[in-house]
């Protein structure tokens, strides 16, 4: 996401600083001015908003780092994103049972030895040399991206969901062997999950629906691939998904399709989510786009990078303390729950020279926009790969790119980017 305008947050008693209120995240954009504050004044800071339960806001690197590394001493089982109380809870289940019985077990919320077990089954398809032999495909999914903006001449388009969701979902939709026209399916399921909170994506506000009614349909057509696969296996990772074992066990239906659908919406919805805001980081400094254009093949690496730290868009994870113990010189408490804010980390005044500067050169670039540990980005290697075919194709196809409209914001403090980035743009032949 694009950097907030500078807030009232340096006038805020540190105590009433909201960090974590989805709205004010698609009003304001991310709250790096009251970070500013926290990681100078308060940087594991004890947090009460109204509305959820209290949490530690961990704000400087080397303390987000030293959490990450150590999940015997903060679990990332249990509640590992924040919600409101009470959170979309699934047919009257409790906000305590929400968190201890989750509608989903996926990497993201396993701890070792299991972690790595579940890990392992899908993690030779992310390996670097795994995505490079996939490059030639998403050069040709990108181009034709392209290549239909230019057949549109001089157009105005929602730059979110015409051209950033399409070339992460084309392939990570390609990488499991799902069939083009179920991409809107897929894109539904990952803007309900990602948009729980945001009005525009949310089901059951009336009270009559599940709200996590998106997840029990994508578990039915994963059923439906994962026996497709097991009586036709094909050279894909559905493939792979439908015929994995667990000591020589079948995989357990709840943990393997929760599985599947982690890679399924995590493998798309931060790349765009990092396009667009990326678009609004190019905007914001068009110098750097001019330099991107200047020398496209030097700078594109460290462009991805820049590009993943200054948008940071996976805001936060949660992980829980599992004893009592101390942590930036805080006394920290069996069972309270430690958020770990990735896009303060990445701006940390210890760590960047110039942080607030956005700079498609910089390295060193020791950003934690993937994290970092244990539960290290599955796909970072595929989504810097996706990141670099995009913008240098962007770099030598779009001749010019303005905004059309006013941009919004996804209401949520677990992902962020832009929503709708309307857009006039005009793409030459290539
Ligand atoms: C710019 C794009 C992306 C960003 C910013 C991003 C960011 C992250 C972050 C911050 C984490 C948590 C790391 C931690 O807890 O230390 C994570 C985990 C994960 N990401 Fe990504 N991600 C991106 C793209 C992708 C893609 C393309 C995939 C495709 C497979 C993917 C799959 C995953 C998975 C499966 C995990 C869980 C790993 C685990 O718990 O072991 N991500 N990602």
Redesign the pocket.
């Known amino acids: 996401m694009s950097d907030s305008p500078l807030s009232d947050a340096h006038r805020i008693p540190l105590n009433e600083l909201d960090v974590i209120t989805a709205r004010l995240y698609a009003e304001n954009g991310y709250p790096h001015e009251a970070w500013r504050r926290l990681r100078a004044e308060d940087p594991v800071h004890w947090c009460e908003p109204e509305g959820y339960r209290p949490f530690w806001a961990v704000t400087k690197q080397a303390d987000l780092i030293s959490v ?1 590394k150590n999940p015997a001493d903060f679990r ?1 089982a249990g509640r590992f994103i924040l919600f409101p109380v009470p959170p979309a809870a699934a047919d009257g289940q409790s906000a305590d049972d929400l968190i201890e019985n989750p509608p989903l077990r ?5 701890d070792p030895p299991e ?1 790595r077990d ?2 392992k089954m ?1 993690s030779g ?2 390996t670097p040399r795994a995505v490079t032999k996939l490059e030639a495909r998403l050069e040709e999914i990108t181009t034709e991206i392209f290549d239909d903006l230019h057949a549109r001449g001089e157009v105005e388009c929602d730059f979110v969901t015409e051209i950033a969701a399409l070339q ?1 979902l084309r ?2 939709t390609e ?1 499991l062997g799902i069939p083009r026209e179920q991409e809107d399916f897929v894109l539904r399921v990952t803007n309900e999950n990602f948009g729980l909170e945001d009005p525009e994506f949310q089901r059951g506000t009336d009270g009559k629906e599940n709200p996590l009614a998106f997840i029990t349909e994508a578990f039915a057509y994963l059923n439906e691939i994962t026996e497709d696969r097991r009586r036709t296996p094909r050279e894909d990772l559905s493939t792979v998904l439908a015929l994995a074992t667990l000591d020589g066990e079948p995989v357990p239906q709840f943990e393997l399709f929760s ?1 599947y659908f ?2 399924m919406v ?6 765009r ?2 396009i667009s805001s990326g678009l609004l980081a190019f905007l914001d400094h068009p110098g750097e786009l001019e330099k991107l254009r200047a020398d496209t093949d030097g700078l594109i690496a460290t462009a991805a990078d820049e ?2 730290r200054w ?4 805001n936060h ?1 949660s992980r829980t303390a599992t004893r009592d113990l101390e942590l930036g010189g805080k006394k920290i408490r069996e069972g309270d729950s430690v958020a ?1 804010f ?1 896009a303060s980390a990445n701006r940390d005044e210890d760590v960047y020279e110039d942080p607030f500067a956005f700079r498609i050169d910089r390295s060193p670039n020791p950003h ?13 290697h ?3 790969m ?2 670099r075919v995009f913008w240098r194709q962007f770099a030598r196809r779009v001749d010019s790119i303005e905004l059309a409209g006013p941009v919004q914001l996804l209401a949520a403090s677990f992902v962020g980017g832009p929503k709708h980035l309307p857009v006039r743009i005009r793409v030459n032949a290539g």
């Open positions: 990450s990332s996926m990497l993201v919320n396993m972690h579940y890990r899908v398809w992310f992460p392939m990570i990488i599985l982690l890679v995590a493998g798309h919805d931060t790349t989510n990092a590009i993943v948008t940071t868009p996976v994870f770990l990735y934690l926009g993937f994290g970092i540990g244990e539960h290290y980005c599955l796909g970072a595929l989504a810097r996706d990141l």
